[in-house]
Every structure is written in C-alpha cells, then in structure tokens.
C-alpha cells in the first residue's frame, strides 16, 4: 500500500510564495504519474498539475499557468509544488495523488492514492 505524506502548506502573504511537498512511501516504486488538487470552500476539487516522471510534458490548469511548477525528485521519492506570486484566490487544501495501476489516466479515481492534505491561506 502506498503512503501519501503532503506538508508545506501555511500562511503566505501576496505575491509570495511556498513549497509543498509529497512524500511517497519508501516500500513503493515510482508512480507512473503524480497531481497536485485543491479544493477551496463552496467550490470543486480542482487539478492544479500533473506530472508524469521521466516526460518533459507537465499539465497545468490556466489559473496556475506560468506560477506553479511540479517537479518529482526520484532519490528523494518526492513531489513538489512550487507556487509563486500566490493570491487569495489559491488558499484551499491541497491534495496529493498518485496512480495505483501502471497507467495515467486524465483523471483520478477514489481507488488511487490519496494524502491526507495540507492547507494553504493567501492573504491581502
């Protein structure tokens, strides 16, 4: 069974920025492919990125475009999220997910990896 551990998230101000981190269970081998969610209060789970380990194509919704990078550190068994010039419109909690079988699909289902979650608040 694969573990999901997020942290990083806090309290960041305006155009600043933060580094979320998901660490991945020691026992398991690479995901084939690893997102980033958030979920804002009286909104929808939104993918803010997806990264596919060893591809040079990452996705990225257009709210983040440009600001957010996702990136997967194979030594260290860990995904990334660095986000930059933050706004209020980014604070919810942030999900991370990973791929159960061997391949990715264009979206994740209840049955795949999950982590607990880690808030995030932008203020003014």
């Known amino acids: 069974q694969v573990q999901l551990a997020e942290s990083g998230g806090g309290s960041a101000q305006t155009g600043g920025s933060l580094r979320l981190s998901c660490a991945v269970s020691?026992?398991?081998?690479?995901?084939?492919?690893m997102a980033w969610f958030r979920q804002a209060p009286g909104k929808e789970r939104e993918k803010v990125a997806r990264?596919?380990?060893?591809?040079?194509?990452?996705y990225y919704a257009d709210s983040v475009k440009g600001r957010f990078f996702i990136s997967y550190k194979n030594d260290r068994k860990t995904l990334y999220l660095q986000m930059n010039r933050l706004t209020p419109e980014d604070s919810g909690m942030y999900y991370c997910?990973?791929?159960?079988?061997?391949?990715?699909?264009?979206?994740?289902?209840?049955?795949?990896?999950w982590g607990q979650g880690t808030q995030v608040t932008v203020s003014s």
């Open positions: 990264i596919i380990p060893g591809s040079a194509t990452n």
């Open positions: 997910a990973a791929a159960r079988g061997p391949l990715c699909h264009a979206t994740f289902q209840p049955d795949d990896y």
């Open positions: 020691a026992a398991s081998n690479i995901p084939v492919c």
